[in-house]
């Protein structure tokens, strides 16, 4: 089997209150615009998984978190994508800013909820897992 290129996304699952935070793409956005996500990105070449993490989450939102733990990794079968999932939680409360050229809303919801909502492929994948269950 050849091997072939492919991009490692690191996402939290920030909780609270039994809600997930997750964010609506901007409809500029190449890859599936329109679509709710989890707040992360793609790794980088020199970083960690957490470090991207915590920048992606810091530059996506304005929140600052704590990563408690790894929940599992999601590839997609059908697309060239990998996610590790991490458990998050606030560390600091303050009001979430989006940056508008990659999300243009944010909700908390539970993940009964989340799954009525149009998602992204693989966040649609990690709920019918039951990835997200264990998150409180």
Same mark, same amino acid.
């Given at each position: 089997?050849? @091997?072939? /290129?492919?991009?490692?996304? +690191? &996402?939290?699952?920030?909780?609270?209150?039994?809600?997930?935070?997750?964010?609506? *793409?901007?409809? %500029?956005?190449?890859?599936?615009?329109?679509? #709710?996500?989890?707040?992360?990105?793609?790794?980088?070449?020199?970083?960690?998984?957490?470090?991207?993490?915590? *920048?992606?989450?810091? @530059?996506? %939102?304005? =929140?600052?978190?704590?990563?408690?733990?790894?929940?599992? =990794? &999601?590839?997609?079968?059908? @697309?060239? !994508?990998? /996610?590790? =999932? !991490?458990?998050?939680? $606030? %560390? +600091? !409360?303050?009001? $979430?800013? $989006?940056?508008?050229?990659? &999300? +243009?809303?944010? *909700? #908390?919801?539970?993940?009964?909820?989340?799954?009525?909502?149009?998602?992204?492929? !693989?966040?649609?994948?990690? =709920?019918?897992?039951?990835?997200?269950?264990?998150?409180?």
């Amino acid at each position: 089997m050849a @091997e072939a /290129q492919f991009f490692v996304g +690191v &996402h939290g699952v920030i909780a609270n209150r039994g809600r997930l935070l997750v964010l609506k *793409r901007a409809g %500029t956005m190449v890859y599936r615009p329109g679509a #709710w996500d989890l707040p992360g990105g793609h790794l980088a070449i020199g970083e960690s998984s957490e470090e991207c993490l915590l *920048r992606e989450i810091r @530059e996506e %939102t304005s =929140l600052e978190v704590a990563i408690d733990r790894l929940l599992g =990794l &999601h590839n997609m079968i059908d @697309e060239p !994508y990998m /996610q590790a =999932l !991490y458990a998050c939680r $606030l %560390t +600091v !409360y303050r009001s $979430l800013r $989006l940056a508008p050229n990659e &999300h +243009v809303e944010a *909700r #908390w919801v539970t993940p009964e909820e989340l799954a009525g909502m149009e998602l992204i492929p !693989y966040l649609e994948g990690v =709920l019918k897992r039951g990835m997200l269950s264990s998150v409180k």
